[in-house]
Every structure is written in C-alpha cells, then in structure tokens.
C-alpha cells in the first residue's frame, strides 16, 4: 500500500474542516456584509518563556528563546524592536550529551544562508549520534529552569523524484517523491516542497504524517500538475519523532483554528518543562534528504 | 361523531369488570389519532390510544348504561353511550370543525397531560408547524421543537438540539421506529422530516418510558402520516428553495392506503443556468451544484379485526457538486429508513407491535485531479427487530414489556485514493460488526383517584469487541392537586452505545458514529425531574415549571488536535470524561382559539470535565477540571404566538379565520467559545514559514459570545377554492436584522505595502477582533395547497 498527498499547504487531515469553511466563506459573501469589528475583553495573561532549539548534527548549536505575549499586545512598527520585545536574554543555556556539556552564549546569531535566527549559539558542531539523548537545562534569570530531552533519528532518504509531464496538457508536470519506511517501527515524517527557492518562498507542501497508512515499504508523495519547464522542485523529507509531530501538529491546528467555525481550538504540545509550568517550545533533533530537481522535458 | 366497526362483545368478560378495546381514527382521512382520550366518567377511568390509536379501558361491569367520552385537541368530543355488560371493541372516529362556532371543541390535551405520568413531554402539531416563520419558508417541524423550552440548538439556524445538556449526539431520533442517525440536510439548517408526511412528533426530555433507550439526553418520536383511506388527496408547497408534493389516497376504501411524499430544492437548476450564461468566461468561478431531497412512502393494510400491516420507508440526500477544467468533486450524503410493522389485537387487553426496522446512513466525498482519485465515506446499517406489548391488564394497571436486537455495521473512514493508472494507491477504514439488544417492562399503576405511578426497567447489552450491559431503571409520578393542576416526578438512567466522532457545534455530514469498543465504554446518564402543571384561565392555559439534575457518565470528547478525518486509529483521539447539568424550565401555553402560542423560559448550566485521554501521549487540555460546553447557554427565552383573524366559510361552509399572523422571538445567552489570551512568534526550521501569531488558548471555552436575539414573522392568507384549501405564507426570518454571532475570528493587520501572503517574514501591526453572522433579514414567499 502506498501513500499520496495533493498539493496542499496545510496537512491532509485538515482538508475537510478546510473545505466546509470555504463553503460557508461563500455562502456568508453571498449573503453581503455579515461581519463586524468587535471588542473582546480577554482574561489577563502572564507570559510563557517559548524555546525552539533544533539538533542537526554538523551544525552549530542554536536555541531561540523567546517570550509570549497578550493576545492584543500591539506589535512594535520596527521589525528590530519586535524581535528585540521577544528575546529572553541572560539565561543559562546548556546542552548535555555523553557526559559533555555544550554552552551556549546569550549572543545574537543570524545563519546567514537559512536567515533563522537565535539568541543563543555555540560554535560547538551538533555531534552525529543517533543512539544517546540530548539533555537541554535553561536557567533563567530569575532562577526558574526549563528542561527536556530528545534523540537524533537517523535520515530516511529519499529513494527518487520523479517528474511526470500530463499527457494531455504536456506543459505542466507533476512531481512524485519515493521513500522507503521502515515498517517494522512507527515512523514519522515532515514533507515539504517549495519551488525555485528555499528561503524565500512559502512552500507548496508542509505537512507531517506517520506511516498508519503503510502495509509495505514504499511510500510515495505527489503534488498536482503544478509545474513547468525550468521550475526548480526542492523536496524535504524530514524524519522527526514523536514528540515534534505533537508539536508541530498542535501548534498549527492553533493557528489555523483562527476563524474556522469547524476547527477545535487545541493546546501547543510542548515537550520542554518548567520549574513554573510557563514553558512552550520543543527541543528535537532535525533529520531530513533534501534534493533538488529542475524540471526538464 | 361516526362509528365505523360495530361495538361488538367478543370476550369474556371479567368479574365485574369489562374491557372496552379500539382504534380512534380522524374522521376525515382514516389517519389513527395517537394520544386521543378516553374517559368513563362514572368510574373516573381514563385512557389515551397509543402509537397506533389503540386504546383499551377496563370500567366496572354494570346494568345501566354509561357514557363513554372520545377526545383529541382539534376534534369535536364524541360520547357514545354502552351497556356495560361484556368486553367490547369500539372503533371510533372523531371529526374536526375546529372553526365551527356551534361546535364545542374540548382542548383536552392539557387536562390529559395534567393526569399524565409523562413529564418533559413535548408535542408538536403539524398544522401549526406550517404557520411558525422559518428560514426561507421551509417548515421544519426540529425548528419549532427548539422554540420548547430546555431546547437550545446547536448554532443560529441549525438543527441540532442540545437537549438539558446533553451532547448533540445524545437524541434519539426515530421515524417510524426506525433510527434516524442523521436528520438534517445542508449542515443542519433543515431538518429531514417533510412536514407534508409526518402525522405526530413527540419529544421527551426526561422521564423515559421504558420502552425507549439508546441514547441519553432525548427522544423524538416521529410518526408518518398513514395515507388517505377515505379519498384520494394531494398536499404540497412551492417555496424559496424547495417545492412538496404528497399525494394520498385508499387502495381499498376503509381497508387499505397510501402515501407518497416528496421534497426537492431547486437551487441547483438556476446555478447550472448562471454558470452556462457564463461559458468561456475565464473571470468566472463557477457556482457549485446543490440540492437535497426526501421521499416518503407509506402503505398499510387493514387484515381483519385484529391485523394491521404497514409498510414505510424514507430516502433523503444531500448532492453537493463541482466540476471544473482539472477538479472534479462530489460530496453527498443521506439516510435510508424502512420499516415493517405488525398489529396484532390478542384480546381487547393485549395489542403486540412487532417491528421490522432498516436504517442506513452514509456519506461519500469523491475527488479527481487530473489522473488522481480520491474517494472518503463512513457508513452505517442498522437492522432491527422489535416486538412490543401493550397489555390493559385491569382499571389500575397497563403494562408495556417488549424487547428488540438490532445488528450494527459500521464502515469508519472508509479511504481508497491513488492514480488513475494504479501506479499509487492507498487504503484505509475500519469496519464493525456490532449488536445490541434490550427488554423492558414498564407498568403505569393507579392508586387512587390522585396518585399514578409509570415504573418501569429497561436492560439493555451491547456487544462489540466486549459486551456491556445496562441496567436501566425509570420511574414517574403524577399526583394530582385537584383537577387543575399536579405534582411530577421522574427519574430515568440512559445508556448510549454509540458516540459521534464529531469536533464542531455545528452537525456535519462527516460527523462519523463510532460504536462502543473494548476502549470506548458506554455512555450512560441519570436524570432527576420534579415539577408542576396548572391550568388557568378556564383550561385554556396550561403552565408548566420543571427542575431538573442530570448526572452524565463515560462522555466522549476529543483530544487537542485530534485527527478525526481519515484516522485509522481513531479510538486514539478520544477523551472520555464526565458532566452534570441542572435548570428550570417555565412555560405558559395556549393551544387553542384564535391567540395559540407559548412563552418558554429556561435557566440552565451544563458542565463536563474529568476527562482522560486513551492515548497517554495525548492531551486534552485543562479536562482534568470542570469546564462548560460551547452549547452551555444560561437564559434562553422564546416566544411563539399566532393570531387568526378575518372571518369567512370554508368550502364546506364551515367558519374559519382568512388570515393568520405568526411570531416567533427568541433570545439566549451566547454560545461559549475558546479563544486565544496570549500569542507567541514561531520561526520554525529551514524552508518554512515564520508564524508571527500562533496563538495560546486559555481556559476551554471560558468566553461568551454575544447574546443572541431573533425574531420572524409570518403572515398566511388562506384561500379555498373549489378544488381545496390553499395558502400563500410571506415571512420574514430575523425581521430585526440583528447580526447574532455564529463565531469570532482574529484578524492580522498589516502595513499598506505588506502583503503577507507573499512575503514570508510579515510581521503585523495589529489584530482585530471580528464577529461573523450567518443571516440577514431574510424574506420568502410560499405557497400551499391541498386537495
């Protein structure tokens, strides 16, 4: 059994609940002018410290640390100042692993070919070990700790891409992405596609699954007829564990519960812990097989 | 008055005492009256037909003759004097002229429901539902019932009903006995059921008969209309979106009808026009198609004295589709009831109902892309055998005992995807064989002139994976003060075998019934009813005030995030929890003159908590303390008022009113909802976007939206012409114009020259909060007729 997906933005799952409201967004503009602008008076918030640190052996180590805020705080005009109105500074970061303590410094580090940022770095490269955990400790300033642990996952690579042009319409041309699961464990994946550039286009595909679905070894990925002659297709297969794939699915289940009268509101699965329970984040190893293909004829 | 079977003594009778047994019938159509009283006054004892206008009545044995009193709302009261010597059979038909100002027309129901053990009982006419305005003139018999008090529904315009507290899952909806698993069209703004075909809805909010289970929070009991034997007739309705047509008539006069009823929207014929005028316009998005039907059918026969066979069924569906240059979509959905039923009259003590019933419920979405497929449904059989008894045993005691087992088939996220040269394909579902079964007996006893007590057991067992049964016990009292007024009691445990996987306050057609497993126990609940009934002003009103506590047990909820759409491991995503409700319900009604109506008032809270996941690694946010539900809602009041006026004759001269003015207002505390207090930024890995928002919800469901107000109105011209009765009904639904909020949503603001869908590092400078509403004013025009 195989595994497909239509190009999307969001995940498979959430197509459904995605299409009712498209349905019901038509119906409301038929309609003529149903909305209105209102005031909510929302309960007050105390702010949550939220960490997104990201372990690919190789690389320097890095941690974003950052802090939450009220619904409707306003957002600073500067894009200098918001970033600087988020940063948690003077906290203690380290990062454990077969005994050996990795420290990161509170500096600012922009990774210039990937333009993430992080306000913690060490220059200490991510060692390649998919068999110890990492153990990440946060003291903050204020002497409250944030702590979590994880485990590289070995690269599942991508077994081939392939371009097909439609037989009818022979100018566009879709692309299926091949890769061998594991059957015998639970596996999970992060699928992403962009066209022509990495950094600063929104991706066509950014979706996580697990293998349910896979009585075999082969999976396959798709995408529609979407691309053409000259098109650069990058796809990204990241095997992330369990843990991310809360994370990752929670956090955009609350975001896009935003104006979706079908959509349930969730909490962000973090699996970092606070001292205070006022910690969010995730602390994962990142595994993927990136490959790049120009689509040809 | 007319006496259609001669009064014949064809039992044995019993020492002092004799058994009078029959059918009441409406004179005009043959239909059998369900709830028609019978009542002996020399002895006091009293009765009401059952289901099928059966009634059977035990009085002392005498040697003067007595009278006996034959009633129903709407109908001329008829006394027929007896000899009672020996056991009888007296099949009875009863006539309206309900206008007929030399006629006096007893409004019996009241002083029968003043007597009556039921409580948290509400009844519907049909011929009221039709003059009640409703969202684009569709009368919707669900609509009205959610204008009862302790009705709310599930959001503006739907069906839905949240009944005490109870869950949208926890009504038990049944039309003809068969199981009506989903009973709306177009996501819930209208209900399944065509008022042209159905004859009685009665609902019960608590206080069950034993004889009902399955689910927890309510019963409705829909009856179709049996079909004409007298004449042929028709009845039907051109309307804004739908036209009805029902056509009636005897197969064999006195013996044997039919009836075959119909509904249709036709939107979808003027969207294909529009998007046909639009060909080759590369601008132009084309309409989607859309419609829904129903279509009822009935026959029944008359075998004799002692036999009745009826034969029904109802198909109904949802066609939803699109077809594009490279898109391809059909989404439909619907349900398909039959139902086979036996009368057998033993003795005119004994009457036995054997059933047969069929219910299935499906939907399906099929997608194609250019050289990929992709096809989702979830489905669900129910067959069913049922046998009932309703047994006069003396002038104290009238037992009911029957049992039924039902095979269950569950096809759960049936998924079969790939391309259309097989190169990829994939599948997934899960499928369920199922059983349940019941008996119950329940006994309604008399001690006294004041005191009546229904008692009754229900057990029932579930057997799926691992078998479960319920112990069931009901109970309720009436004692009554004096003739006008009387004191009620009731308590009822409910279980519910089955749970809708379903996230969303709104009913949707992929809501998928999931069955009890090994993992997913029973729901069960108990249900604690006191209250009073007192008649004023001359029996003409009836006040009705309720306290209620419901104890629920096993709830289903759903994890954060939970992936409930083409999930093989759907089990998984569940929480099970706890919940209690309390509240007071108050109404004063009128059901007769030229003014009918009622007020409703209820105060009411409902809370769940407790919950626990079944998969440890999943989370179901602050479950573990008590929380309130979206369709929490505190006050709720509703106001329905019709006034009849302008006199004239019909065509058979009797008096009656031209014109009727009806109004409905209702107002309710808004909805609960879950809204985020705090946002954080989130960068994410390498390729993929920056989230300046991702919001942090607080404490589940905490905030209230708006108050919700709406009032229609509806003005109805009748006409009679030679050929019949017609009328033309202009309304207007929410006359107000009040935008009443059916969800908020958070709105980013960016700097003229951002365009954030576009540029992947777009930070807002603001959010907005805006409030969506589903229905302007909105006017409609219908025209009825029957013949």
Same mark, same amino acid.
């Given at each position: 059994?195989?595994?497909?997906?239509?190009?999307?933005?969001?995940?498979?799952?959430?197509?459904?609940?995605?299409?009712?409201?498209?349905?019901?967004?038509?119906?409301?503009?038929?309609?003529?002018?149903?909305?209105?602008?209102?005031?909510? !008076?929302?309960?007050?918030?105390?702010?949550?410290?939220?960490?997104?640190?990201?372990?690919?052996?190789?690389?320097?180590?890095?941690?974003?640390?950052?802090?939450?805020?009220?619904?409707?705080?306003?957002?600073?005009? !500067?894009?200098?100042?918001?970033?600087?109105?988020?940063?948690?500074?003077?906290?203690?970061?380290?990062?454990?692993?077969?005994?050996?303590?990795?420290?990161?410094?509170?500096?600012?580090?922009?990774?210039?070919?990937?333009?993430?940022?992080?306000?913690?770095?060490?220059?200490?490269?991510?060692?390649?070990?998919?068999?110890?955990?990492?153990?990440?400790?946060?003291?903050?300033?204020?002497? %409250?700790?944030?702590?979590?642990?994880?485990?590289?996952?070995?690269?599942?690579?991508?077994?081939?891409?392939?371009?097909?042009?439609?037989?009818?319409?022979?100018?566009?041309?879709?692309?299926?992405?091949?890769?061998?699961?594991?059957?015998?464990?639970?596996?999970?994946?992060?699928?992403?596609?962009?066209?022509?550039?990495?950094? !600063?286009?929104?991706?066509? %595909?950014?979706?996580?699954?697990?293998?349910?679905?896979?009585?075999?070894?082969?999976?396959?990925?798709?995408?529609?007829?979407?691309?053409?002659?000259?098109?650069? &297709?990058?796809?990204?297969?990241?095997?992330?564990?369990?843990?991310?794939?809360?994370?990752?699915?929670?956090?955009?289940?609350?975001?896009?519960?935003?104006?979706?009268?079908?959509?349930?509101?969730?909490?962000?699965?973090?699996?970092?812990?606070?001292? !205070?329970?006022?910690?969010?984040? &995730?602390?994962?190893?990142?595994?993927?097989?990136? &490959?790049?293909?120009?689509?040809?004829? | 008055?007319?006496?259609?079977?001669?009064?014949?003594?064809?039992?044995?009778?019993?020492?002092?005492?004799?058994?009078?047994?029959?059918?009441?019938?409406?004179?005009?159509?043959?239909? =059998?009256?369900? #709830?028609?009283?019978?009542?002996?006054?020399?002895?006091?004892?009293?009765?009401?037909?059952?289901?099928?206008?059966?009634?059977?009545?035990?009085?002392?044995?005498?040697?003067?003759?007595?009278?006996?009193?034959?009633?129903?709302?709407?109908?001329?009261?008829?006394?027929?004097?007896?000899?009672?010597?020996?056991?009888?059979?007296?099949?009875?038909?009863?006539?309206?002229?309900?206008?007929?100002? +030399?006629?006096?027309?007893? $409004?019996?129901?009241?002083? +029968?429901?003043?007597?009556?053990?039921?409580?948290?009982?509400?009844?519907?006419?049909?011929?009221?539902?039709?003059?009640?305005?409703?969202?684009?003139?569709?009368?919707?018999?669900?609509?009205?019932?959610?204008?009862?008090?302790?009705?709310?529904?599930?959001?503006?315009?739907?069906?839905?009903?949240? *009944?005490?507290?109870?869950?949208?899952?926890?009504?038990?909806?049944?039309?003809?006995?068969?199981?009506?698993?989903?009973?709306?069209?177009?996501? #819930?703004?209208?209900?399944?059921?065509?008022?042209?075909?159905?004859?009685?809805?009665?609902?019960?909010?608590?206080?069950?008969?034993?004889?009902?289970?399955?689910?927890? /929070?309510?019963?409705?009991?829909?009856?179709?209309?049996?079909?004409?034997?007298?004449?042929?007739?028709?009845?039907?309705?051109?309307?804004?979106?739908?036209?009805?047509?029902?056509?009636?008539?005897?197969?064999?006069?006195?013996?044997?009808?039919?009836?075959?009823?119909?509904?249709?929207?036709?939107?979808?014929?003027?969207?294909?026009?529009?998007?046909?005028?639009?060909?080759?316009?590369?601008?132009?998005?084309?309409?989607?198609?859309?419609?829904?039907?129903?279509?009822?059918?009935?026959?029944?026969?008359?075998?004799?004295?002692?036999?009745?066979?009826?034969?029904?069924?109802?198909?109904?569906?949802?066609?939803?589709?699109?077809?594009?240059?490279?898109?391809?979509?059909?989404?439909?959905?619907?349900?398909?009831?039959?139902?086979?039923?036996?009368?057998? *009259?033993? /003795?005119?003590?004994?009457?036995?109902?054997?059933?047969?019933?069929?219910?299935?419920?499906?939907?399906?979405?099929?997608?194609?892309?250019?050289?990929? /497929?992709?096809?989702?449904?979830?489905?669900? @059989?129910?067959?069913?055998?049922?046998?009932?008894?309703?047994?006069?045993?003396?002038?104290?005691?009238?037992?009911?005992?029957?049992?039924?087992?039902?095979?269950?088939?569950?096809?759960?996220?049936?998924?079969?995807?790939?391309?259309?040269?097989?190169?990829?394909?994939?599948?997934?579902?899960?499928?369920?064989?199922?059983?349940?079964? $019941?008996?119950?007996?329940?006994?309604?006893?008399?001690? #006294?002139?004041?005191?009546?007590?229904?008692?009754?057991?229900?057990?029932?067992?579930?057997?799926?994976?691992?078998?479960?049964?319920?112990?069931?016990?009901?109970?309720?009292?009436?004692?009554?003060?004096?003739? #006008?007024?009387?004191?009620?009691?009731?308590?009822?445990?409910?279980?519910?075998?089955?749970?809708?996987?379903?996230?969303?306050?709104?009913?949707?057609?992929?809501?998928?019934?999931?069955?009890? =497993?090994?993992?997913?126990?029973? @729901?069960?609940?108990?249900?604690?009813?006191?209250?009073?009934?007192?008649?004023?002003?001359?029996?003409?009103?009836?006040?009705?005030?309720?306290?209620?506590?419901?104890?629920?047990?096993?709830?289903?909820?759903?994890?954060?995030?939970?992936?409930?759409?083409?999930?093989?491991?759907?089990?998984?995503?569940?929480?099970?929890?706890?919940?209690?409700?309390?509240?007071?319900?108050?109404?004063?009604?009128?059901? +007769?003159?030229? *003014?009918?109506?009622?007020?409703?008032?209820?105060?009411?809270?409902?809370?769940?908590?407790?919950?626990?996941?079944?998969?440890?690694?999943?989370?179901?946010?602050?479950?573990?303390?008590?929380?309130?539900?979206?369709?929490?809602?505190?006050?709720?009041?509703?106001?329905?008022?019709?006034?009849?006026?302008?006199?004239?004759?019909?065509?058979?001269?009797?008096?009656?009113?031209?014109?009727?003015?009806?109004?409905?207002?209702?107002?309710?505390?808004?909805?609960?909802?879950?809204?985020?207090?705090?946002?954080?930024?989130?960068?994410?890995?390498?390729?993929?976007?920056?989230?300046?928002?991702?919001?942090?919800?607080?404490?589940?469901?905490?905030?209230?939206?708006?108050?919700?107000?709406?009032?229609?109105?509806?003005?109805?011209?009748?006409?009679?012409?030679?050929?019949?009765? /017609?009328?033309?009904?202009?309304?207007?639904?929410?006359? =107000?114009?009040?935008?009443?909020?059916?969800?908020?949503?958070?709105?980013?603001?960016?700097?003229?020259?951002?365009?954030?869908?576009?540029?992947?590092?777009?930070?807002?400078?603001?959010?907005? $909060?805006?409030?969506?509403?589903?229905?302007?004013?909105?006017?409609?025009?219908?025209?009825?007729?029957?013949?």
């Amino acid at each position: 059994m195989k595994y497909f997906f239509q190009k999307s933005n969001i995940s498979g799952q959430l197509l459904w609940p995605s299409f009712i409201f498209l349905l019901f967004a038509f119906f409301i503009t038929a309609c003529g002018n149903l909305e209105k602008e209102i005031n909510l !008076d929302l309960p007050a918030y105390q702010p949550q410290y939220v960490v997104e640190c990201y372990l690919e052996p190789g690389q320097p180590f890095t941690l974003l640390l950052t802090r939450s805020s009220a619904y409707f705080d306003p957002f600073p005009t !500067d894009p200098l100042a918001y970033v600087e109105n988020i940063l948690v500074d003077s906290a203690e970061v380290v990062i454990t692993h077969n005994g050996v303590d990795y420290n990161l410094a509170n500096t600012p580090f922009l990774n210039p070919s990937t333009l993430k940022v992080a306000n913690y770095y060490s220059s200490q490269l991510v060692p390649e070990d998919f068999d110890n955990d990492f153990a990440l400790k946060i003291t903050l300033s204020n002497g %409250q700790t944030i702590t979590s642990t994880t485990r590289i996952l070995p690269v599942v690579p991508i077994d081939s891409v392939v371009v097909e042009f439609d037989d009818v319409k022979d100018t566009l041309a879709r692309c299926l992405t091949y890769l061998t699961d594991d059957p015998s464990t639970v596996d999970y994946y992060r699928r992403m596609i962009h066209q022509n550039s990495l950094v !600063d286009s929104i991706p066509d %595909q950014d979706f996580t699954t697990n293998d349910d679905y896979v009585d075999d070894k082969v999976i396959v990925f798709g995408t529609g007829y979407d691309y053409k002659e000259g098109d650069t &297709i990058y796809n990204t297969m990241f095997h992330i564990e369990r843990a991310y794939f809360d994370f990752w699915n929670s956090t955009f289940n609350a975001i896009n519960s935003n104006g979706n009268p079908f959509g349930q509101p969730s909490s962000i699965v973090s699996n970092v812990e606070s001292s !205070d329970g006022r910690a969010v984040g &995730i602390f994962t190893g990142l595994s993927y097989d990136r &490959i790049m293909t120009v689509v040809t004829k | 008055m007319l006496l259609f079977g001669a009064a014949s003594q064809i039992f044995a009778q019993q020492t002092g005492k004799i058994t009078l047994s029959g059918v009441v019938k409406d004179d005009d159509n043959g239909e =059998t009256l369900i #709830g028609a009283t019978v009542f002996e006054a020399a002895s006091g004892n009293g009765t009401t037909t059952n289901e099928y206008g059966f009634y059977s009545l035990t009085i002392p044995q005498g040697n003067d003759s007595v009278s006996i009193e034959f009633s129903y709302v709407g109908f001329q009261t008829t006394m027929f004097r007896i000899l009672p010597k020996a056991d009888q059979t007296i099949n009875i038909r009863l006539s309206t002229g309900i206008q007929l100002q +030399e006629v006096v027309v007893k $409004a019996n129901s009241f002083e +029968e429901s003043i007597r009556s053990t039921e409580m948290s009982v509400e009844e519907i006419s049909t011929k009221e539902v039709k003059l009640i305005p409703t969202l684009l003139g569709e009368s919707d018999i669900l609509k009205v019932i959610q204008l009862k008090p302790g009705m709310p529904s599930g959001s503006e315009g739907s069906t839905g009903l949240y *009944v005490r507290g109870g869950a949208g899952d926890q009504n038990l909806i049944v039309l003809d006995e068969a199981l009506v698993y989903n009973a709306n069209h177009l996501f #819930g703004f209208f209900s399944t059921f065509n008022t042209d075909a159905v004859k009685d809805l009665k609902l019960y909010k608590g206080g069950f008969p034993a004889q009902y289970g399955g689910r927890l /929070s309510s019963v409705i009991d829909v009856r179709m209309k049996e079909g004409n034997n007298q004449h042929f007739a028709g009845t039907g309705g051109i309307g804004l979106i739908s036209s009805r047509l029902t056509l009636e008539g005897p197969i064999q006069k006195d013996k044997s009808s039919f009836i075959v009823s119909g509904r249709r929207t036709y939107a979808d014929i003027f969207t294909r026009m529009i998007n046909k005028s639009n060909e080759g316009d590369p601008e132009y998005n084309p309409i989607p198609d859309y419609y829904f039907y129903d279509l009822n059918t009935k026959v029944n026969f008359d075998l004799g004295e002692k036999d009745h066979l009826y034969l029904s069924g109802y198909f109904g569906r949802d066609v939803f589709g699109f077809n594009g240059d490279f898109f391809d979509f059909s989404f439909s959905w619907g349900n398909r009831t039959g139902t086979a039923r036996w009368n057998h *009259v033993f /003795s005119p003590k004994l009457f036995h109902n054997l059933t047969f019933t069929y219910s299935d419920y499906d939907y399906n979405i099929e997608t194609k892309v250019t050289g990929f /497929s992709f096809k989702v449904g979830s489905d669900v @059989q129910d067959a069913n055998l049922k046998s009932d008894f309703y047994y006069g045993l003396n002038d104290n005691h009238t037992l009911r005992f029957g049992g039924n087992i039902t095979h269950h088939s569950f096809g759960v996220g049936r998924l079969k995807a790939g391309t259309d040269d097989g190169e990829i394909n994939f599948s997934g579902g899960n499928d369920f064989d199922a059983w349940s079964m $019941a008996t119950y007996f329940g006994d309604e006893m008399s001690f #006294g002139e004041r005191w009546k007590l229904n008692a009754g057991v229900r057990l029932s067992g579930f057997y799926n994976e691992k078998f479960y049964a319920g112990v069931e016990p009901r109970a309720a009292a009436v004692y009554s003060v004096n003739k #006008g007024m009387s004191l009620k009691g009731s308590y009822a445990r409910m279980y519910q075998y089955q749970h809708l996987v379903s996230t969303s306050g709104i009913s949707l057609p992929t809501d998928i019934w999931y069955p009890t =497993t090994k993992l997913i126990k029973p @729901q069960h609940s108990d249900q604690v009813a006191v209250g009073w009934e007192k008649l004023l002003g001359g029996n003409k009103y009836l006040i009705t005030n309720e306290y209620y506590v419901k104890w629920l047990r096993n709830q289903v909820d759903f994890v954060d995030g939970a992936q409930l759409f083409a999930n093989d491991r759907l089990e998984q995503e569940f929480a099970i929890g706890k919940g209690y409700g309390y509240g007071m319900e108050l109404s004063i009604e009128k059901q +007769e003159g030229v *003014v009918r109506g009622w007020i409703g008032y209820t105060l009411a809270l409902v809370r769940r908590g407790q919950f626990n996941t079944i998969d440890d690694s999943k989370v179901f946010a602050g479950g573990d303390r008590y929380f309130y539900p979206r369709y929490d809602r505190r006050h709720n009041v509703s106001v329905v008022v019709m006034y009849d006026f302008g006199e004239t004759r019909d065509r058979k001269g009797l008096a009656t009113n031209r014109w009727t003015i009806s109004g409905t207002m209702i107002y309710g505390s808004g909805d609960r909802t879950w809204l985020p207090v705090g946002r954080f930024a989130f960068q994410d890995v390498y390729g993929a976007d920056f989230q300046p928002i991702t919001p942090v919800y607080g404490q589940r469901n905490a905030f209230r939206l708006p108050y919700f107000f709406r009032s229609d109105l509806g003005i109805t011209y009748h006409m009679f012409p030679k050929w019949g009765e /017609s009328d033309l009904n202009l309304s207007f639904f929410n006359v =107000t114009n009040r935008r009443n909020a059916f969800f908020l949503y958070i709105e980013p603001q960016y700097a003229d020259d951002v365009k954030p869908e576009e540029t992947p590092l777009a930070i807002p400078t603001g959010l907005k $909060a805006k409030q969506v509403s589903l229905f302007p004013i909105i006017g409609s025009l219908t025209w009825n007729f029957k013949f």
